[in-house]
C-alpha cells in the first residue's frame, strides 16, 4: 500500500492506494489500483470541491491527464472540522507507476484555488523493491 499526504490552505488531502488483483489482468497488460481519498476541511471557512486535475505516469514515462469536475459525480461542500472521503480507481498498462495533481476548491467568497495531491505510487505488490 502506498500513501501520500499534503495539506494546503487548511485543506488536508490522504491518499491510500492499492492494487485491485480481482480486477487486473497481467497477461493483458491490464493493471488495476484503488485509491481512497480523505479530505478535510481545517480551516475556518466552508469551501466546496469544484473539480479535479490528475497527472497519471506509468512505468514506461507515458503521462495521462484527467480533468472533470467533482469527485465520484461529487462536488462536497466542506464546512469547517468537516471530510469526505471516496474511493476510485485507475487502470495501468503497466505493473507500476504514479499519481499527483490538484483540486480546485471555492470558498464562501466564491475565491478559487487548487490544492495539492500528493504523489502516491501505484504497484503491484510483486514488483515492489524489498
Known amino acids: 500500500m502506498s500513501s501520500s499526504k499534503a495539506t494546503t490552505r487548511n485543506i488536508r488531502v490522504h491518499v491510500e492506494a492499492k492494487y485491485d488483483p480481482g480486477r487486473s489482468s497481467p497477461q493483458q497488460n491490464q493493471w488495476f489500483f484503488l485509491y481512497t481519498v480523505q479530505i478535510t476541511n481545517e480551516g475556518p471557512e466552508t469551501v466546496q470541491l469544484i473539480s479535479r486535475h490528475w497527472v497519471i505516469t506509468d512505468a514506461m514515462g507515458h503521462v495521462e491527464e484527467v480533468r472533470g ?20 480507481g485507475c487502470p495501468l498498462t503497466t505493473p507500476f507507476g504514479s499519481m499527483h495533481g490538484t483540486y480546485q476548491m471555492m470558498n464562501d ?7 495539492e495531491i500528493a504523489p502516491f505510487m ?5 514488483t515492489m523493491v524489498h
Open 69 to 88: 469536475p467533482g469527485v465520484v459525480g461529487n462536488q462536497p461542500i466542506l464546512a469547517p472540522g468537516q471530510g469526505f472521503e471516496y474511493t476510485s
Open 109 to 115: 467568497r466564491k475565491e478559487q484555488f487548487d490544492i
Open 122 to 126: 501505484l504497484a503491484e505488490p510483486s
